[in-house]
């Protein structure tokens, strides 16, 4: 009886921890010089880094999806017969981000590849309508909050976050992210959620250490249905 209450238990524990995605998404339109859509366009995005590559084609309305790509910098490759290849290169993406790389491609002659640098500006994204920043993981060592709280002995990159617009401590000391309150908050790490199922706070005895952070991604407001909270905190 003893045995089979504690493996209900660990059940019920691990019931909270819910596993979330830190995938990101590319999405776009491929059209010809006369604005005519481009259908069965052959859509690679691939990751330098990592070796990785994911294709697709775009649909009877010229549009493609690539979804489920690691974090990191890609170059979006658009092909199709009778036009030239064209490539977008240093496309950043971040965890949960979806970025519409749009393609106009030219008649074939030649030349048969275009290459296209991409701005270095963040991309105005349409796609979604939660409001997110995120910094990485060189960006939260250079931070003087995070230079004094190595000062003073800390390794721990929690207090970082309220260098982030919208995140605050309240009276209680813990993290409130756009005036709401810290039970309406989602953390997770790597995809997994944090969050204490006593007290519906994160725990800060599980955030990692400054050299263990690629990046953090605070999505404050209009959150779609993945996220755990109304906001949410992806490390």
């Not at 009886?1 to 990101?24: K, N």
């Not at 207090?159 to 605050?168: A, D, N, R, Y």
């Amino acid at each position: 009886m003893f045995y089979s209450r504690l493996i209900l238990c660990a059940l019920m524990a691990t019931g909270v921890a819910l596993a979330q995605s830190t995938f990101g998404s590319f999405v776009g339109t491929v059209r010809d010089p006369s604005g005519s859509l481009v259908a069965a366009c052959k859509i690679t995005a691939f990751n330098p880094a990592t070796a990785a590559s994911r294709t697709t084609v775009t649909d009877s309305n010229g549009g493609y999806n690539l979804v489920n790509l690691e974090p990191g910098t890609y170059q979006i490759t658009m092909e199709s017969p009778g036009f030239q290849r064209q490539i977008y290169n240093n496309l950043e993406l971040d965890s949960r981000q979806t970025i519409r790389v749009n393609g106009v491609l030219l008649l074939a002659t030649q030349a048969d590849t275009v290459n296209v640098s991409a701005v270095g500006e963040a991309p105005i994204n349409t796609e979604v309508s939660n409001i997110a920043e995120s910094k990485l993981g060189r960006e939260l060592n250079d931070l003087p909050v995070a230079i004094g709280s190595r000062a003073a002995g800390s390794t721990s990159a929690f207090s970082t976050l309220t260098t982030q617009p919208g995140v605050e401590i309240d009276n209680n000391g813990n993290l409130s992210v756009a005036g709401s309150k810290p039970s309406m908050l989602s953390i997770t790490i790597d995809g997994i959620s944090s969050m204490s199922p006593r007290n519906s706070a994160p725990i800060s005895e599980l955030f990692p250490s400054f050299d263990g952070i690629a990046e953090i991604r605070v999505s404050e407001i209009n959150n779609s249905a993945e996220f755990g909270g109304i906001s949410d905190i992806t490390t």
